[in-house]
């Protein structure tokens, strides 16, 4: 069993600042950490590589300092991580993302077989969830998105069923493999890593891609040439205020309904 997932290396906070000048995010002073839903995806792929034998790759687009996830997820029990990382790649759109990521993950279908691909549903800054699908659709191999529990997996049989969450409930679908899931938290609950992953990933060194070598990528397609998204203008929006509050206790149910209909008229927030 080869399974390969792709982690994100994100700020720790769900209470990102943009930078007003540049529009992008400020990273300073902000520890990072994987993006929890990848997390999950490890510990999937661990646990399938347990169960079947086989090896686990890690693989992220990031500048220097992703390479400590990668060393988090050697210590989860993955076998190999690596970063792919240079100047050129910065600025990516989720296109861009998806062109680098795909020809990586060709290049290691390249080396050996590999049964299943698994990316987390979004990553918690550009919480776009593009980057998954996109892979899988460059890549010409089936999709399942925002994935919850995985009831087979056959790397013989080369099949699985997987169950996934959608807005009316559980979808259960059959795939043959590779097959490529986005996935949600519950996918598998991450366990204390074993103490012989935690010593073996102390001594753990991520390989390092650039964008030459080894694998050649279009350097127009990578980076802010290969990213038609274009950022107009990117801020933090102020923090609500409170609404108005109107008690029925103070004044009884008429007269308080008479003033929120009232105070609605004169917000305009409905048209009457
Ligand atoms: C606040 C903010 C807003 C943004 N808005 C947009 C936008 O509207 N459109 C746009 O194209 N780009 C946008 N970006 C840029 C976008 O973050 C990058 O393109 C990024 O590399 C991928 O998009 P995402 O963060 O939305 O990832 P998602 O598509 O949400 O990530 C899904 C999964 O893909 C994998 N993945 C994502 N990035 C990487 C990576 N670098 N290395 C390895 N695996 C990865 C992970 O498994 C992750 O869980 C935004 C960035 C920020 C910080």
Redesign the pocket.
Known sequence: MHAIV???QVPDTSN?R?NPETGT?IREGVPAII?P??AH?VELAVRLKRKFGGKVTV????PPKASEALVECAEQGADRGILISDRKFSA??????SYV?ARTIEALMAEEPVDLLL?????I????????PGVATRLGLPLISYAVSVESFDPIARTGVVHRRTERGIEVLQTTLPALL?VEKEIAAIERAPLPDVIRAAQYTPEVWSASEPVAFDVTKIGIKG?P?I?GK?YTPPPKKAGAAVKVADKGVAPTVAEALAKIKIANVVKF
């Open positions: 792709a982690i994100k990102v943009i995010l993006n839903y990848d995806a693989i992220t687009m990031g990516a759109d989720t296109l861009a993302t990521l990316f987390g549903k979004q990553a800054d550009g919480d776009t969830a593009q980057v998954g986005t990213s998204t950022v990117a």
